[in-house]
C-alpha cells in the first residue's frame, strides 16, 4: 500500500507541478504586473545589482537610497550572471527558478542517500516538500524567489548535519560548512534563522572538540557574510523593517495559513513519536532533535509572537520548516503495525488530493493584462524624468509593480517605491499627504508637494481620462483609463 500511494502521489504531484511551472513560464514574455506579485519587487533589486552596483546609491525609488542595505542579497548574486549573459531580466529570474528546483533535488538526493532513502521515496520527498500548496503559492505563484533560494541552500545544509549527525566530524565538515553556511546567512533572515535550529541540533549531541569545530566553523561563516550582514543589522535596527511582526498572521483563526500551520505542527510530533518509537526510544535521536520539536512546540501554542527574533519570521517558513521534518519522519519510521501503516498512508494520499484541490482553487495562476494594464504600459515611453502615480482604488494591478517596471525598462525614477525602510518617516508621510490631497481634492496642497518631490509629472490611471481631476496640470498623453499630465 505504501508504494502504491507513493507512485500515485508522485504521478498526481509532478503533473501539477508541471502544469504551474508551464504556466508561471508566461513571465519570460509578460512582466507580472498582478497583485498577488513579489516577483516585479526582486527583478527590480536583480536590475539594481546590475546597473547601481553593491551599497552604491540607486536613485531609481523615493529619494534614492544605498542598495542591499535591508535586503537579502544571495539570490540577487546567483541571478545576476543569468542577468548578465540573457541581457533578460524575465529569462534570468525564470531560469534561475528551474536551476533553484534541480540545485534543490540534488541536495534532496544528497539526503535521501544519506539517510537511507530510495530514488523513489527522494523523488516523492522533492514532490511533497515544493508541489504542496504553500511551496506553489510562496515560490511560483507570488515570486518568493529569495525564500525559495534561502531554503534551498537549507537542504544542502540538513544533508550536511545528517551525514555527521552519526560520525565524527573531519576536515571536509569544516570545508563544506563554512560555505554553505555563510550563504544562508545572505540568502534571507528567515531561513537563516532556522536553519541554526538544525546547526544546534549537531551541536547537542557533539562532544567537547566537536562542539569547538561547530563553534569555529559558524564564526568563520559569520565572518564571510559580515560583509552584508553587519550593515543589514545597523541598517535594520535604524530603520521601521523590524517594526512589523512577521508572525502577527499567527492566530487561531481558521484561515487557510492557520489551519495549514496547526496540522503541520501536529503531523510534526506525531511522525515523530513513530519514528523514535521505531529506534527504541533512542535519547540520542530525542537530544537531536529537541530544539526542533521545542520551537515546533512554540508555533504550535502561537507564543512565536511575543518572542525576539522568532516573531519576525512569518508563518509560511515555519510550515515549510517543519514540513521538511514531517516529512523526514515519514520515511524514515518502521511500522510493525500493519493497521497503523495503513491508517498514515491513507492519511497522506487524503493530504495529497486535498491540498492538489486547494492549490487550484485558491493559488491564481499567471494574470495576463487587461486593457488597463496595456495602457499603462505604453504610456511610459512618454514619460520624461522623475514621475508621480495616482491610481484609482478599484484598480486591476499592483501600482508597486510598475515602480519596478518603470525602472527596468525605461531608466525612469518615481517619487514612490516598493519598500516602505528606504524612505525617511517624513517622505513617507509627505507621500501620504499627496495622496490624501489629491482623493480630496485639495489641488493647491497636490500641486506644492509634487513641487516638494521635483517631480513634473504625473500618471493617473483607472480613472476616466475625460473625467479625471487634473488639477489644472497640462495634459500630455491620454488613453482611455490613463492619461500623463505635466505641471505648467
Known amino acids: 500500500m505504501k508504494k502504491k500511494i507513493i507512485y500515485l502521489s508522485i504521478v498526481l504531484l509532478i503533473s501539477y507541478f508541471l502544469i504551474r511551472l508551464f504556466n508561471q513560464s508566461q513571465m519570460i514574455w509578460t512582466f507580472p504586473l498582478d497583485f498577488t506579485n513579489d516577483w516585479a519587487s526582486y527583478m527590480a533589486q536583480l536590475h539594481f545589482l546590475k546597473v547601481c552596483g553593491f551599497h552604491n546609491f540607486c536613485p531609481y525609488w523615493y529619494s534614492g537610497f544605498i542598495t542591499f542595505q535591508t535586503a537579502a542579497l544571495g539570490w540577487k548574486f546567483f541571478a545576476l550572471p543569468l542577468y548578465l549573459i540573457t541581457k533578460n531580466v524575465l529569462s534570468a529570474t525564470f531560469i534561475s527558478l528551474i536551476l533553484l528546483y534541480a540545485l534543490g533535488f540534488l541536495f534532496l538526493y544528497i539526503l535521501g542517500k544519506v539517510q537511507k532513502l530510495s530514488l523513489i521515496e527522494i523523488i516523492a520527498f522533492f514532490l ?4 504542496n500548496p504553500i511551496a506553489i503559492g510562496n ?6 524567489i529569495v525564500s525559495l533560494f534561502g531554503f534551498v541552500l537549507f ?4 544533508a550536511l548535519i545528517f551525514k555527521y549527525k552519526n560520525c565524527p566530524l573531519d576536515k571536509k565538515f569544516f570545508l563544506y560548512m563554512v560555505p554553505l553556511y555563510g550563504l544562508i546567512f545572505i540568502s534571507h533572515q528567515q531561513e537563516m534563522i532556522l536553519s541554526s535550529f538544525l546547526l544546534l541540533s549537531l551541536f547537542l549531541i557533539k562532544k567537547n572538540k566537536e562542539r569547538i569545530w561547530i563553534i569555529l ?6 565572518l564571510l557574510a559580515s560583509f552584508w550582514l553587519v550593515p543589514f543589522v545597523i541598517n535594520a535596527s535604524k530603520t521601521n523593517v523590524l517594526n512589523y511582526q512577521q508572525s502577527n498572521w499567527l492566530n487561531w483563526s481558521l484561515t487557510p495559513t492557520n489551519l495549514a500551520a496547526t496540522l503541520v505542527s501536529l503531523s510534526v510530533f506525531f511522525l515523530f513519536y513513530f519514528y523514535w518509537k521505531g529506534i527504541d526510544k533512542n535519547k540520542r535521536e530525542l537530544l537531536f532533535f529537541s530544539p526542533i520539536l521545542t520551537l515546533n512546540l512554540l508555533f504550535f501554542l502561537k507564543v512565536i509572537s511575543f518572542i525576539p527574533i522568532l516573531k519576525h519570521i512569518s508563518p509560511d517558513p515555519y510550515i515549510l520548516f517543519f514540513l521538511f521534518f514531517s516529512i523526514l519522519f515519514l520515511f524514515k519510521i518502521k511500522i510493525r503495525n500493519l493497521k497503523w501503516e495503513k491508517i498514515i498512508w491513507t492519511i497522506v494520499f487524503l493530504v495529497v488530493i486535498l491540498s492538489l484541490v ?5 493559488t491564481p495562476y499567471f494574470t495576463k493584462y487587461t486593457e488597463l494594464e496595456r495602457e499603462v504600459v505604453s504610456i511610459f515611453p512618454f514619460i520624461e524624468g522623475k514621475y508621480a502615480m495616482i491610481w484609482s482604488p478599484d484598480v486591476s494591478s499592483y501600482p508597486k509593480a510598475y515602480f519596478a517596471y ?4 525605461y531608466n525612469l525614477s518615481s517619487i514612490h517605491g516598493w519598500y516602505d525602510q528606504l524612505a525617511s518617516s517624513d517622505y513617507l508621510k509627505k507621500l501620504e499627504n499627496l495622496y490624501g490631497s489629491y482623493y480630496e481634492k485639495e489641488c493647491g496642497d497636490f500641486i506644492r508637494i509634487l513641487k516638494d518631490f521635483k517631480t513634473e509629472e504625473v500618471v493617473f490611471y483607472g480613472y476616466d481620462c475625460g473625467k479625471v481631476n487634473t488639477c489644472g496640470l497640462k495634459e500630455k498623453v491620454s ?10
Open 128 to 131: 511533497f516538500f515544493f508541489a
Open 139 to 144: 515560490f511560483i505563484r507570488l515570486g518568493r
Open 155 to 158: 537542504l544542502g545544509f540538513a
Open 217 to 222: 566553523s559558524g564564526l568563520i561563516s559569520l
Open 358 to 362: 486547494i492549490s487550484t482553487i485558491k
Open 406 to 409: 518603470g525602472a527596468i525598462y
Open 479 to 488: 488613453k482611455n483609463k490613463v492619461c500623463l499630465y505635466k505641471l505648467t
